[in-house]
Antibody
């Protein structure tokens, strides 16, 4: 069974940094691209960033480019996102999502989410 | 970037109704369009991928179709557990994008 467990969320001041992790199990981790998707309180879904299975390619939404860095450790089956220069508008639940075998960037498996609150 | 415009933003319907939600892409995305259902406090659930393929385990009352850059999610006969928010998502190119969501409420 595929399991994705996020951690690392919390309260951070504007301008601060935070690193989220997503521990994966139940599948051959290095074979699948992974993404971070966020949802601000009461709002819709926003794709944040994605990374290929080999970590050779990374992709970002314009809203986080230059501030967030996605990475993965295939030896630890773990996905990360380093978030710097955080703003109030980055406040959201952050989900990690696994690419489905049915095609690129289709998300059939999601974590439970971790809440990031950016506030002074 | 490709923009996804979803309509309506909210919808009231009754159990047993047939419901249609539409998503329009700002440019051609072929059939790289997926539909998700989300209930409050939960992660999204994949319903339909590649415009019309039913995800394993999803009831057959859900279906998807494509006409050019217009995509439709249809629920043939609403069940109580279907009241949720629905999102479309393009998987044609990065940056990936979701529609704004359609909140389906009980009438």
């Amino acid at each position: 069974e595929v399991q994705l467990v996020e951690s690392g969320g919390g309260l951070v001041q504007p301008g601060g940094s935070l690193r989220l992790s997503c521990a994966a199990s139940g599948f051959t981790y290095s074979s699948y691209a992974m993404s971070w998707v966020r949802q601000a309180p009461g709002k819709g879904l926003e794709w944040v960033s994605g990374i290929s299975g080999s970590a050779g390619s990374t992709y970002y939404a314009d809203s986080v480019k230059g501030r967030f860095t996605i990475s993965r450790d295939n030896s630890k089956n773990t996905l990360y996102v380093q978030m710097n220069s955080l703003r109030a508008e980055d406040t959201a639940v952050y989900y990690c999502a696994k690419e489905d075998s049915s095609g690129y960037w289709i998300f059939a498996n999601w974590g439970q989410g971790t809440l990031v609150t950016v506030s002074s | 970037d490709i923009q996804m415009t979803q309509s309506p933003s909210s919808l009231s319907a009754s159990v047993g109704d047939r419901v249609t939600i539409t998503c329009r892409a700002s440019q051609s995305i072929s059939s790289y369009l997926n539909w998700y259902q989300q209930k409050p406090g939960k992660a999204p659930k994949l319903l339909i991928y590649a415009a019309s393929s039913l995800q394993s385990g999803v009831p057959s009352r859900f279906s998807g179709s494509r006409s050019g850059t217009d995509f439709t999610l249809t629920i043939s006969s609403l069940q109580p557990e279907d009241f949720a928010t629905y999102y479309c998502q393009q998987s044609y190119s990065t940056p990936l994008g979701f529609g704004q969501g359609t909140r389906l409420e009980i009438k």
